[in-house]
């Protein structure tokens, strides 16, 4: 089964910066891709998404201070995060799936934590 490959995350101070990447398999251009995270206790939340035209939406709470891009030729779809701060702590996932809903495929969840 294709799957998504991640790259990024890691342990960064309040305000610091850190950039997520994933591949997609090939065959999955024109496809929506975006990024989700899970903090302990708490339910998978969506962060951001990017459509095949290049349209941007995000969630109010990183509003500002991630951007999500593409790049269509290697099939990647990139989470740079600034200003980072405690609660941004999560697992994040990456997501790519059909324009009309499946197939769809999920990354393995890479760990990004913010402490001081």
């Known amino acids: 089964q294709e799957q998504l490959v991640e790259s990024g995350g890691g342990l960064v101070q309040p305000g610091g910066s850190l950039r997520l990447s994933c591949r997609a398999p090939a065959d999955t251009s024109g496809y929506v891709m975006g990024w989700y995270r899970q903090a302990p206790g708490k339910q998978r939340e969506w962060v951001a998404t990017i459509w095949s035209g290049g349209l941007t939406n995000y969630a109010d709470s990183v509003k500002g201070r991630f951007t999500i891009s593409k790049d269509n030729a290697e099939n990647t779809v990139n989470l740079q995060m600034n200003n980072l701060k405690l609660e941004d702590t999560a697992v994040y996932y990456c997501?790519?799936?059909?324009?009309?809903?499946?197939?769809?495929?999920w990354g393995q969840g890479t760990q990004v934590t913010v402490s001081s």
């Open positions: 997501h790519v799936r059909h324009p009309l809903g499946f197939p769809e495929y």
